[in-house]
């Protein structure tokens, strides 16, 4: 028992916890003088090009949720006040409901696919020899670099309904059904689809990092598990996860945005097809707002689709700014 | 005895079988991409082409402006990553290396500005887009994408600025450099992995871009590889070689600099993931 290991905040957090030296040297101290305006003027940059390319759009977009906005008034540059109607009809109608309901679960299948597939598939990666690693990391690499429309053109392929390899596969192995099977008939093969996608291209992600947030690990605190007699489980819960805790909550904080934001795959391969039962918030809002041209009702939509999505944020959120203040 | 063999197989089988799964669609791509027709459309598929052919490409490339295209997309892309990092080196090291006042709103607000719902906000910056009579220019095209992918890199960056151990950056002003010298000196060189990882993501996000170029520009001189393929998808649907190979086409850029950058950015993603 001579290395007792109780701190686990290593390298990433070495810079951070430094501030409360209770000696103010003198670069310590120049050091908070200078922060009067030179963060800001550092800042400035960003906080214009936000202000101006995000900011005054989405006012824009806001403004635009209070008129009524078709292709008419578009062309002619008018400008209807509707009030509150666009919401009106929105919250009203049973579609939107069924559409926040159809994301959230979406997301949720997606992100808990991804998170515990790419954290087994990372940690695979640290128990691989070498040579198998660097195999294994190959085709991870592959598929996270798949720019996302030429993946989801593939996979259209793959699935084919005729010629599709997939479907053949299923069929040779037994499953006489699926020789001629169309993936986009249905609400939930769709899914099924898409789903695959999705995961398929974010696990690399989720896997290399989780690997080599993992090789960070001292080895020390697993020694001394196992000296108090942990099994591979429990030094897993005991160890490995805490370790990896704010990684993990940072992951998955940008799975969650960027699957309940995906657009292209849900769009691509079925338009939100069949019967518009595959419609997710953003596709919805396109749908609404762009392909039937009512635009104001679809500036609606995508105001609530931030209302949402930072819903289903807010404790990632609340953590990190929490963790925020404990630092200053 | 019998266990540890299994033990040690079972990793070694599921890498293989892993392997293939996240690989396969990528070959399937190009070997589909390389098959006469006669190969692709078949009963049976053919796993490894015998007869290999560049008709698909040659089609694929017969279409209208597709060197402008690419010489669009290349342009838009990496003007704007460049751009978007810049800035965001700049505002970065703000937020992890200093204290002021506001710094939880600015964090919370470039949070909040990554969840931007860009598909559905095309309505409104159309309309401004218009109203500056700037529509079918790569100018604003640029300047969204570029704002589509700041966020992230500021908070990616973030993690790796504050990751550079302080010391440095004293021990550097102790020896009279200023701080901006210290920031270029000391800093800079070792944010290279940082900057390399986090400049990926804002190529694939460029380089992928789809509802706002088609929004915007409607004239094809000013259009985007990512329309050329969905058109090209459109018109060709069930010619899958050709579709194959303009996926291909499409991905080989960012397959190539992936795989140049992927040690580098594997070795420094995590962490900037960890300050997330």
């Excluded at chain 1, 099977?181 to 769709?190: D, H, I, K, M, P």
């Excluded at chain 2, 669009?72 to 992890?96: D, E, G, K, R, Y």
Aim: hydrophobic letters at 55%.
């Amino acid at each position: 028992m001579s290395v007792q290991t109780e701190k686990a905040d290593s390298v990433p957090a070495a810079g951070v916890r430094k501030d409360d030296a209770p000696s103010g040297g003198p670069a310590a101290s120049s050091r908070g003088r200078a922060g009067g305006s030179a963060p800001y003027l550092l800042l400035v940059p960003a906080l214009l090009v936000t202000a101006v390319l995000l900011g005054y759009p989405l006012v824009k977009n806001g403004m635009l949720s209070f008129q009524n906005l078709n292709p008419r008034q578009l062309i002619l540059h008018l400008t209807e006040w509707n009030g509150i109607d666009n919401y009106k009809e929105v919250l009203g109608g049973s579609d939107f409901w069924r559409v926040v309901e159809r994301s959230v679960l979406f997301t949720a299948a997606n992100v808990v696919l991804i998170m515990v597939i790419g954290m087994m598939v990372g940690l695979l990666l640290a128990r691989l020899g070498k040579k198998m690693r660097l195999v294994l990391m190959l085709g991870l690499v592959l598929a996270w670099a798949m720019p996302m429309i030429a993946a989801t053109t593939v996979y259209q392929w793959l699935f084919a309904q005729r010629f599709g390899v997939v479907n053949y596969v299923l069929d040779s192995l037994g499953w006489h059904s699926m020789a001629d099977f169309n993936w986009t008939s249905s609400q939930l093969s769709t899914f099924s689809l898409v789903t695959l996608v999705i995961v398929w291209q974010s696990i690399p992600f989720v896997a290399i990092n989780l690997y080599a947030a993992s090789t960070t690990i001292p080895k020390e605190l697993y020694e001394a598990a196992s000296l108090d007699g942990a099994n591979s489980w429990k030094s897993f819960t005991l160890v490995t996860l805490p370790f990896l805790k704010p990684f993990l909550l940072a992951t998955t904080f940008l799975e969650v945005i960027w699957v309940f934001k995906s657009f292209a795959q849900l769009f691509a391969i079925n338009g939100g097809g069949p019967d518009r039962l595959t419609e997710t918030l953003p596709v919805y809002a396109f749908v609404e707002g762009v392909g039937n041209q009512h635009f104001g009702m679809g500036a609606a939509i995508s105001f609530l689709t931030i209302i949402v999505l930072l819903a289903m944020t807010a404790y990632y959120l609340r953590t990190v700014l929490k963790q925020e203040e404990d630092e200053l | 005895m019998k266990r540890s063999l299994f033990g040690r197989i079972w990793p070694n089988l599921t890498a293989v079988v892993l392997f293939i799964g996240f690989a396969f669609p990528v070959y399937w791509m190009f070997s589909t991409a390389f098959k006469p027709t006669g190969d692709i459309i078949t009963d049976t598929p053919v796993w490894f082409p015998t007869d290999i052919t560049f008709e698909h490409f040659k089609k694929a490339m017969a279409a209208d402006h597709f060197w402008t295209l690419v010489r669009n997309s290349f342009t838009v892309t990496i003007v704007s990553v460049v751009a978007s990092l810049v800035i965001a080196l700049l505002a970065s090291f703000a937020m992890a290396r200093m204290r002021f006042k506001g710094r939880r709103g600015i964090l919370l607000t470039f949070m909040i500005a990554q969840m931007a719902p860009w598909e559905v906000m095309v309505i409104a910056i159309y309309m401004l887009v218009r109203d500056a009579d700037m529509l079918n220019s790569l100018v604003p095209l640029t300047a969204f994408y570029m704002m589509m992918v700041l966020p992230f890199t500021i908070l990616t960056l973030r993690g790796y600025v504050a990751a550079v151990p302080k010391e440095l950056e004293e021990s550097a002003m102790v020896d009279g450099c200023t701080r901006p010298q210290a920031f270029r000196k000391v800093i800079l060189p070792l944010l290279g992995p940082g900057l390399m990882a986090t400049s990926l993501f804002g190529f694939i996000t460029a380089w992928n871009e789809f509802p706002l170029v088609l929004i915007l520009n409607k004239d094809i001189e000013s259009q985007t590889l990512p329309l050329w393929l969905s058109q090209f998808q459109t018109a060709f649907g069930d010619d899958w070689g050709a579709t194959m190979a303009a996926s291909s086409l499409f991905a080989i850029p960012i397959l190539i600099l992936f795989i140049y950058l992927q040690r580098k950015a594997v070795s420094g993603l995590t962490d900037g993931a960890v300050k997330g």
